[in-house]
C-alpha cells in the first residue's frame, strides 16, 4: 500500500539557519503530494501541494518538488524565523486510493 | 468564513459511555475526514466518507462509528470507548475533483482531546 515516510524530529535550529525535511513515499498511482503544517494549538493547514512530477510547490519561503525519480518530496526554506516553529506533516492522496496518508510529523524548533 | 468545526474541543469520559463528536463545514465539500494525532504515530485515518450516505474505513476503524446524512455533517461515534482511544481527533473536509479523484487540500478543524479514564 501507499506509504510516506519524513524525517524524525525533533529538528532544532537557529534563526536564519537554512531547512530541509525529508519526505519520501511509495505509491501504486500517480499521487498528489502536500506539506500541511500545525501550530500549536491548531488544526492543520495545508502548506504547500504539487500535483504531478517536476511540479515545485511553494509558500511562505518554503518549497518543495516532486521527483518522481526518487520518490521525494523535500521541504526546504532558506531562513527560518523563530515563527515557523511548528510540526509538518507530509502527506500523500492517490487517485488509485480514496485513503490520504500522511507521514509521522516533524517537530521543528528555531531558536532565536 | 469558510471553517470546519467540531465539538466539544475538550472531553473527559469514562471507559464504556458513549459519545459523539461533530463534525460541520460550511464549503459544500464532499469529502469529509476523521483523524487521530498520537505522539510518535503522526496523523491516523479512521473514517472517511466521499458524499452523503457514502464511507469508508480509513487505517484505524476499530471502536468508531460515522455517518453521513448531511453533507455538512460527519460526526464520529465511540459506542464504548476504551483508554487506548485517549488522543487528539481532527475533523477534515476537502471539494473533489470531477477529473477522477486528485484531491486538493483539505480543510482542518481546530481538534478535540478527548480523554477516555
Known amino acids: 500500500g501507499n506509504s510516506v515516510t519524513q524525517m524524525e524530529g525533533p529538528v532544532t535550529l537557529s534563526e536564519e539557519a537554512f531547512l530541509t525535511i525529508n519526505c519520501t513515499y511509495t505509491?501504486?498511482?500517480?499521487?498528489?503530494l502536500f506539506w500541511y503544517v500545525q501550530y500549536p494549538g491548531e488544526g492543520l493547514q495545508l502548506l504547500l501541494k504539487?500535483?504531478?512530477?517536476?511540479d515545485k510547490g511553494s509558500n511562505k519561503g518554503f518549497e518543495a518538488t516532486y521527483r518522481k525519480e526518487t520518490t521525494s518530496f523535500h521541504l526546504e526554506k532558506g531562513s527560518v524565523q523563530v515563527s515557523d516553529s511548528a510540526v509538518y506533516f507530509c502527506?500523500?492522496?492517490?487517485?488509485?486510493?480514496?485513503?490520504?496518508?500522511f507521514g509521522k510529523g516533524t517537530r521543528l524548533h528555531i531558536l532565536p | 468564513e469558510a471553517q470546519v468545526t467540531q465539538n466539544p474541543r475538550y472531553l473527559i469520559t469514562v471507559t464504556g459511555k458513549k459519545l459523539t463528536v461533530t463534525c460541520s463545514q460550511n464549503?459544500?465539500?464532499?469529502?469529509m475526514s476523521w483523524y487521530r494525532q498520537d505522539p510518535g504515530l503522526g496523523l491516523r485515518q479512521i473514517y472517511y466518507?466521499?458524499?452523503?450516505?457514502?464511507?469508508d474505513k480509513g487505517d484505524v476503524p476499530e471502536g468508531y462509528k460515522v455517518s453521513r446524512k448531511e453533507k455538512r455533517n460527519f460526526p464520529l461515534i465511540l459506542e464504548s470507548p476504551s483508554p487506548n482511544q485517549t488522543s487528539l481527533y481532527f475533523c477534515?473536509?476537502?471539494?473533489?475533483?470531477?477529473?477522477?479523484?486528485?484531491?486538493?487540500?483539505?480543510?482542518f478543524g481546530p481538534g478535540t482531546r478527548l480523554t477516555v479514564l
Open positions: 502527506a500523500l492522496s492517490d487517485r488509485k486510493d480514496d485513503k490520504i496518508i
Open positions: 466518507s466521499m458524499n452523503v450516505e457514502v464511507t
Open positions: 505509491a501504486t498511482g500517480y499521487p498528489s
Open positions: 504539487a500535483t504531478k512530477a517536476d
Open positions: 464549503m459544500n465539500h464532499e469529502y
Open positions: 477534515a473536509s476537502s471539494p473533489l475533483l470531477r477529473t477522477g479523484g486528485v484531491y486538493n487540500e483539505q480543510f
